[in-house]
C-alpha cells in the first residue's frame, strides 16, 4: 500500500520495499507491481544495486539517469538490468530505525528523474512512516508469540505440579511407600524419559486418569 | 518479597527435559523486583507485584504467577485474587485499563469478595496497570499503599511507564523466548502448591482438578485463610477437603459466582 502511495504522492512509475533481516539479508517486501518486484529481485541478487549501498551506507542513494556513465560504473549489471526492465531513474531511500538501516525505500522511474528536494523529503517521511510500521508490526508479533509461549509455560506448570499431587496422594492411598511431591517429580520425570514422552503430555494423563498411577510410581 | 517465595528453589526441575538453561534463572525476575523496589518511592506505594498470564480464563483457573513482588501484602494480594477470583489485577487484565483504587473501602460493590479481605490484609488503596502492546496482554503490575489516596500525575505517568519497561522486558528478555521452548524455569512457581494439593485433593476424593481448586478457594474465603496457606495443609494432610459435609458448617459462598 505504501509502494502505492509512493506513486500517486511522488509522481513515480514503480516503487518497492525492501527488508533487512537480522543476518543483514536483503528481501522484497512489497512492490507497486509486479514488474518492478522482478527487478527488486535483481538487485537484491546481484549484490551491487543502490539498494544494498543504501543499506550500507544508510544515505539516499538518488539516480537521476541510469544509462548515465557514472551509474553504469557503480552498479553495471543493476543498470543494464533495470535499463532492460523500462526503467530510467531509481532513488533508494533508508529505513532507519536508529543507527541501524532495516530497510530501503525504492523508487523507480520510467524516464530520467531528479528528485525534487521537497520530493526526496516527502519520499523520506514515507519510508520513516514506513519503518514505523514495520517496528510495530514485528512487535506485535514478537508480543503474540510471547503471550503464546506464556500461556503453554503456565499450562505447563499448573499440570506438572497437579501431576505431582496426584503421585503423592496415590502412593498414600495405595499404602506404598509414600512419596512427597518433590520425589513425585523425580518419578514423573523418570518414567517420561524412560517411555520417551513430554513431561507435559505424561502429566496431564495422570491428572485426566488416562493413565494409572501405579504405572508411574512402580517405575 | 515478604520472606516468601524465596522458600522454592528456582524450578529448572520443572522445565520439560533437561536441556541446559541458556541463561541465569533468576535474570529476569531479578531485573523486575528491581523495577518494582524503585517504584516504592517514585509513585509512593507500600507495595508493588508483577503477574504474569496468557489470558483472562487462565488467570481465573490459576495458570498465572506472580514473577516479581515487593512489600509485605504483594504476594497476600495476588493470593487472594487467586482466592477471589476478582480484583484489580483480574480487571485491569480483562479491560486493558488502568485501574485505580485511590480508595479501597468505598469500592467494598465493586469487588464484593477481594475488597474486605485485602481492606483486612491492610490494603487501603490499590492500582493495576496491564502489561500489554497493542491487543497482546500478558499480565499486570499492581501497586498498593497502606494508606488510602491516589496517584498524582507524576506519580500515574511514573507507573504507566515502568508497566511499559516491564512489558518491554518480557518481550526482548532471554528467558521469555520462545526459542527456548518449553523451558519455564524462569517462572516462580508462586502457586505451586495450590496446584499440588487440587492434584492431591483430585486423587483422595476422586473430584477433577478444577473442582478440587474450586474447594481450596471456597476454604480459604470462608476461613479467611490464605490460599497457599489451605493448600499446605492439604499437602501436609492437616486439613481434609474430601468432604464437604464435615468441612465447612457455614455455608460457603462460591467465589466463582462473583465473576461474570
Known amino acids: 500500500m505504501l509502494a502505492e502511495r509512493c506513486i500517486a504522492l511522488l509522481d513515480v512509475s514503480a516503487a518497492g520495499i525492501i527488508l533487512v533481516d537480522g543476518q543483514g539479508r536483503l528481501s522484497v517486501a512489497a512492490a507497486s507491481s509486479e514488474r518492478s518486484r522482478l527487478l527488486e529481485v535483481f538487485a537484491v541478487a546481484i549484490d551491487g544495486g543502490p539498494c544494498v549501498d543504501c543499506v550500507r551506507t544508510g544515505e539516499q542513494q538518488l539516480c537521476d539517469d541510469l544509462t548515465a556513465a557514472d551509474a553504469q560504473h557503480r552498479w553495471p549489471r543493476y543498470a543494464r538490468g533495470a535499463v532492460e526492465a523500462g526503467f530510467r531513474a531509481t532513488h533508494a531511500l533508508p529505513m532507519r530505525l536508529r543507527d541501524d538501516v532495516i530497510g530501503v525505500l525504492t523508487l523507480l522511474h520510467t524516464r530520467p528523474h531528479a528528485l525534487s528536494d521537497i520530493d526526496a523529503r516527502l519520499g523520506q517521511a514515507l519510508a520513516d512512516a514506513a519503518t514505523i510500521g514495520l517496528i510495530h508490526e514485528r512487535a506485535l508479533r514478537r508480543a503474540e508469540t510471547v503471550q503464546e509461549q506464556l500461556q503453554g509455560a503456565l499450562n505447563s506448570r499448573i499440570v506438572i505440579e497437579q501431576a505431582k499431587g496426584v503421585l503423592a496422594a496415590e502412593s498414600h492411598l495405595r499404602s506404598r511407600t509414600a512419596v512427597d511431591p518433590e520425589e513425585a517429580f523425580a518419578l514423573l520425570r523418570r518414567h517420561a524419559r524412560s517411555h520417551g514422552q513430554r513431561l507435559t503430555d505424561l502429566a496431564r494423563s495422570l491428572v485426566e486418569r488416562t493413565v494409572d498411577p501405579s504405572v508411574v510410581l512402580e517405575g | ?238 486439613l481434609d477437603l474430601t468432604d464437604p459435609i464435615h468441612d465447612d458448617p457455614r455455608p460457603t459462598p462460591d467465589p466463582e459466582d462473583d465473576h461474570p
Not at chain 2, 498465572?64 to 497476600?76: H, T
Not at chain 2, 482466592?83 to 473501602?105: I, K, Q, S, Y
Not at chain 2, 499492581?142 to 516491564?166: E, H, K, N, P
Open chain 2, 1 to 238: 518479597m515478604g520472606g516468601d517465595g524465596t522458600d522454592r528453589p528456582p524450578d529448572d526441575e520443572a522445565a520439560d527435559g533437561d536441556l541446559p538453561r541458556g541463561s541465569e534463572p533468576v535474570a529476569l525476575g531479578h531485573r523486575l523486583g528491581q523495577v518494582c523496589a524503585d517504584l516504592l518511592s517514585r509513585v509512593a506505594v507500600d507495595g508493588a507485584g508483577i503477574t504474569v498470564m496468557g489470558s483472562l480464563a487462565g488467570g481465573l483457573r490459576g495458570a498465572r504467577d506472580q514473577i516479581a513482588a515487593v512489600g509485605a501484602l504483594s504476594s497476600r494480594l495476588e493470593d487472594l485474587q487467586l482466592t477471589t477470583g476478582e480484583g484489580p489485577c483480574l480487571d485491569a487484565f480483562a479491560r486493558g485499563v488502568p485501574v485505580l483504587t485511590a480508595d479501597l473501602a468505598a469500592e467494598l460493590g465493586r469487588w464484593p469478595g477481594f475488597a474486605p479481605s485485602a481492606l483486612a490484609a491492610g490494603a487501603a488503596a490499590v492500582f493495576s496497570f496491564p502489561l500489554q502492546l497493542g491487543v497482546v496482554r500478558l499480565g499486570t503490575l499492581d501497586l498498593y499503599r497502606t494508606r488510602s489516596g491516589g496517584l498524582s500525575r507524576s506519580q500515574l505517568a511514573s507507573a504507566l511507564a515502568a508497566g511499559d519497561a516491564v512489558t518491554e522486558a518480557l518481550l526482548t528478555d532471554p528467558d521469555t523466548d520462545p526459542g527456548t521452548g518449553e523451558d519455564i524455569g524462569w517462572l516462580p512457581g508462586v502457586h505451586a502448591d495450590v496446584h499440588i494439593a487440587s492434584g492431591m485433593l483430585s486423587a483422595r476424593s476422586g473430584m477433577d482438578v478444577g473442582t478440587a481448586l474450586l474447594r481450596l478457594r471456597a476454604h480459604a474465603f470462608a476461613h479467611g485463610e490464605p490460599l497457599r496457606e489451605v493448600a499446605r495443609r492439604v499437602i501436609a494432610r492437616t
